[in-house]
């Protein structure tokens, strides 16, 4: 690494971990103060809501950070420009995207991070976030209750066929009461009725079943055709994970929820595979959750293209000028976010224009600027 990276990084890196430890530290200040009622509501004791402000502190990174690295671009590329450093160094043949590389190195590792955050710390999270709030105020049986699905049904239509089951353990995987439908090409028909199942060794087990088979033809009958204790059934493609999906998606389709960080992208993957064919507004919706999950780690990277014309002008500029460039441009960029949003899933805009609208339009806007500075 060159000494002229160095240097930049170093100028960098350090408002950025102040600007990201205050915004933590006020943001979390915050959310105690709005919801002290409910913690005093749910008996929590200090180190439970220390747990609990711990355990939701990586899906606020998904809005603070990016902010942070805009802030300390800014604050860092202005402290610049005000002591003529900038020019000193164009002046020297470094052009501005040479300048800027180690910057950009910066926003896509945090976007790739963000990205890795997002998908397989978040999840985890926010339910370790939702046991520590209710800790204190359920008892045994009811932790045990909130674990269980009741009457959950999946259709995998591309296998054709129909899950109903009583009873679905969101923990363990475990199901009780089912009856697994199954259409066969020829339009001859399989039922299995089962006490328990698990998923195990890659293919479901269940136990005490009862199959029952129909032949094609418009006068065939449900006949029974095995009655045994155990049945291993390999050829089945629905995991836990798919139901978890299922339950996960089927909520977020019934009260249209806005927030981008709930449901994760093998989840949506998943419910897209077992349903190959939705209805318009809900292929929508999902679609534009799918888009918007792979969109929002970038504006790390976006944030330094637009930092970069903003804070690399010469001359000498009061270091507030930043700070409120910042806030600005973050007060754009997300009413655009959720303006895109909003149109994605209510079928207005395609789907993967919803989601990147933002990116676009600013990472477009940011490029034609950077062209001409001087």
């Not at 990276?5 to 006020?26: K, T, V």
């Not at 029974?224 to 204790?229: I, K, L, R």
């Not at 318009?280 to 976006?302: E, M, N």
Request: glycine share 8%; aromatic share 10%.
């Amino acid at each position: 690494m060159r000494l002229l990276d160095r240097y930049l990084l170093r100028d960098l890196l350090l408002p950025f971990g102040f600007c990201l430890g205050g915004f933590l530290i006020f943001w979390s200040a915050g959310e105690l103060i709005g919801e002290l009622s409910e913690f005093q509501k749910a008996r929590m004791r200090g180190l439970d809501i220390a747990e609990y402000c711990l355990a939701q502190a990586p899906e606020k990174m998904m809005i603070l950070l990016p902010v942070a690295l805009l802030l300390a671009l800014l604050y860092a590329l202005t402290q610049h420009a005000r002591h003529n450093e900038i020019t000193a160094i164009r002046s020297a043949g470094v052009s501005l995207w040479r300048l800027a590389a180690p910057y950009l190195g910066v926003g896509l590792l945090l976007s790739l991070v963000l990205l890795a955050v997002n998908e397989l710390v978040v999840p985890r999270t926010t339910l370790v976030a939702e046991e520590v709030f209710t800790r204190r105020t359920r008892g045994a049986g009811e932790a045990q209750e909130r674990k269980l699905v009741r009457n959950l049904g999946l259709t995998n239509a591309r296998e054709r066929r129909i899950w109903q089951i009583g009873s679905f353990n969101l923990e363990t995987g475990e199901m009780k009461q089912l009856l697994i439908t199954e259409t066969q090409r020829d339009k001859s028909l399989t039922k299995f009725r089962a006490e328990r199942g698990i998923y195990t060794n890659g293919g479901w087990a269940f136990f005490n079943v009862q199959e029952l088979r129909r032949a094609a033809g418009p006068d065939a009958a449900l006949t029974p055709s095995v009655y045994t204790n155990y049945l291993f059934k390999a050829g089945f493609t629905e995991t836990p994970d798919g139901f978890r999906s299922e339950v996960k998606i089927a909520a977020g389709l019934t009260v249209r929820k806005a927030k981008r960080a709930d449901i994760p992208i093998g989840d949506l993957v998943d419910y897209l595979r077992l349903h190959p064919q939705l209805e318009p507004r809900d292929a929508a919706w999902i679609y534009t959750k799918l888009h918007g999950r792979l969109a929002a780690p970038w504006t790390c990277f976006v944030v330094v293209l637009i930092a970069l014309p903003f804070g690399a002008v010469s001359g000498r500029r009061n270091v507030f000028v930043g700070v409120a460039s910042s806030i600005f441009i973050f007060f754009a960029f997300y009413v655009l976010s959720a303006l895109g949003l909003a149109l994605g899933a209510a079928a207005w805009l395609p789907p993967w224009l919803a989601a990147w609208l933002p990116n676009l339009v600013f990472g477009s806007a940011a490029f034609l600027l950077i062209t001409r500075v001087r």
